[in-house]
C-alpha cells in the first residue's frame, strides 16, 4: 500500500461552505421550494376527516327561522332520515317547500290531499328502488317538525295524512330538555330529537 502525504482538513464541515462562499456565512439560502403534493394530500386527509365527523353527528333536520320547537323531557335522538313535513305558520311545508295552508283546507276533510299525494310518490319510489312489494309493510320514517304555536288541527290533519299515505313510522322533532325517564344522561338540552 502507497503511503499518501496528508492534506488540509477543516475541523468541521461548515468551514468548507464558509471557504467556498464567504458571502453565504454559513446560513442556508432563503429560498425554500414547498412540497405541493404532500400539502394537498395533509389537506384532503383532513377534509375527509372533518366530513366523517360532520356526518356521523346526526345532522337530520334543517330548522326554519323562527320555528320553535316544543320541549320534552322524554325524548330521543333523531337516527333514521326521512322526508320532513314541516308544520310552521299555519302551514304545511314538505321539505321547505309550502304544499296548503290551514285556511285552504276544506274542515270536513280529514286530512291534506296535496300532502297525501307527495308522501305516496315518495313510498313508490323507494318501494321501486328497493324492490319491495305493496304487501310488505313499508318501514321508512317520516318527520314532523311542528312550531309551538301551530293549531293542533293542522297537526292532526297531517298525522291523518302521513297515516292515510301508506306511512306507519312517525317521528316529532322536539327539543330535549332533559335525560330520559330511567334518571340517565340523555338527549342534551336544545338539541333535535324525537318524541
Excluded: C
Excluded at 468551514?15 to 412540497?35: A, D
Amino acid at each position: 500500500m502507497p503511503v499518501k502525504q496528508p492534506k488540509r482538513r477543516p475541523a468541521f464541515a461548515p468551514l468548507n461552505r464558509l471557504r467556498s462562499s464567504p458571502m453565504s456565512g454559513g446560513k442556508k439560502g432563503m429560498m425554500l421550494s414547498l412540497n405541493l403534493t404532500a400539502m394537498v394530500d395533509m389537506f384532503t386527509v383532513i377534509v375527509i376527516f372533518l366530513l366523517q365527523q360532520f356526518a356521523s353527528s346526526g345532522e337530520l333536520l334543517f330548522l326554519q327561522k323562527d320555528l320553535k320547537l316544543p320541549e320534552a323531557k322524554a325524548s330521543q335522538q333523531l337516527t333514521e332520515a326521512g322526508p320532513v313535513v314541516t308544520l310552521f305558520q299555519n302551514k304545511v311545508l314538505w321539505e321547505g317547500k309550502p304544499v296548503a295552508t290551514l285556511e285552504d283546507l276544506d274542515e270536513a276533510e280529514p286530512g291534506i290531499p296535496p300532502l297525501i299525494e307527495k308522501l305516496e310518490a315518495v313510498k313508490e319510489r323507494e318501494q321501486k328502488l328497493y324492490g319491495k312489494s305493496d304487501n310488505e309493510p313499508f318501514k321508512s320514517h317520516v318527520i314532523i317538525q311542528s312550531d309551538k304555536s301551530t293549531d293542533f288541527q293542522l297537526v292532526r290533519k297531517t298525522i291523518y295524512s302521513v297515516n292515510q299515505a301508506g306511512w306507519v313510522h312517525i317521528n316529532f322533532a322536539v327539543m330535549g330538555i332533559g335525560g330520559p325517564p330511567g334518571g340517565e344522561e340523555g338527549a342534551e338540552g336544545g338539541e333535535a330529537t324525537q318524541g
